[in-house]
């Protein structure tokens, strides 16, 4: 399938699995939102990949979205990863879309490990489960993007609690960052700079220090080598997790205090 691109937010890798497997399954380009230049296109596919945080989309997933000025008619799929169910995700991704002339043709949850280190500790059996889980599922979905089948998302009777819910979450996102906690482990490698999709950490002094523009992701908690940062006291003892299937040179990127 050519002229197809397939567009990501990732913190930890499970959306960027699935992008980069879907992108490959239908010889699609692949863009981290971040750095996706091209804000006018015509592709005749267009995929968004991105994880639910607090029963909806990222912000940057969804201002990418709202800005992206797309021409024609293309097939246009999302898929929302997430622990136990995407919320309102997937609704609110349709809804922009209708906002902008656009049909979201296919949209589906993709259930993959639980490793929000906010709320709860991952155990291994856990994780492993999940990431089986998702196996089957994503073939699934490669197989249907790739015949172009239509799949209107189901809208839980909990969405408009959803939204209100994801609403409250984002308006705390940016000053969120005012609760981590670098402890005395850390080397300043850096790491946590080049992780984070925001752009919302700069080194200074050897030291991280954050910039309160925070998507709340936890990519910098997640990768960093020391264990080092943390959420307040309640990620100290919580295991860390990234996708098995993606490396450290998948997720990093050049943050924007180094452009």
Known sequence: MANAAVYY???????LHAAKSIAQAIDGELFAVQDASTIENTYDVIGFVFPTFSWGMPRMMEEFVTRLEIVGRP???GVATCGVSPGAALADLERILKWKGQRLAYGRKLVSAEN???LLNPTPKAVEKGLNQSVTALKQIMGEVMAQKRLSPRRPILTPFYRFLHRG????YSSSDESFRVSSSCTGCGLCQKVCPAGNIA??????TFLHQCEHCTACIQWCPQQAINWKNRTKKR???HHPQVTLEDIQRISSQDE
């Open 9 to 15: 937010f990732s913190a930890t890798g499970n959306s």
């Open 75 to 77: 097939y246009i799929f």
């Open 116 to 118: 929000n280190i906010f």
């Open 169 to 172: 979450s984002v308006k705390r």
């Open 203 to 208: 080194i200074k002094e050897g030291v991280p």
């Open 239 to 241: 295991s860390r997790y």
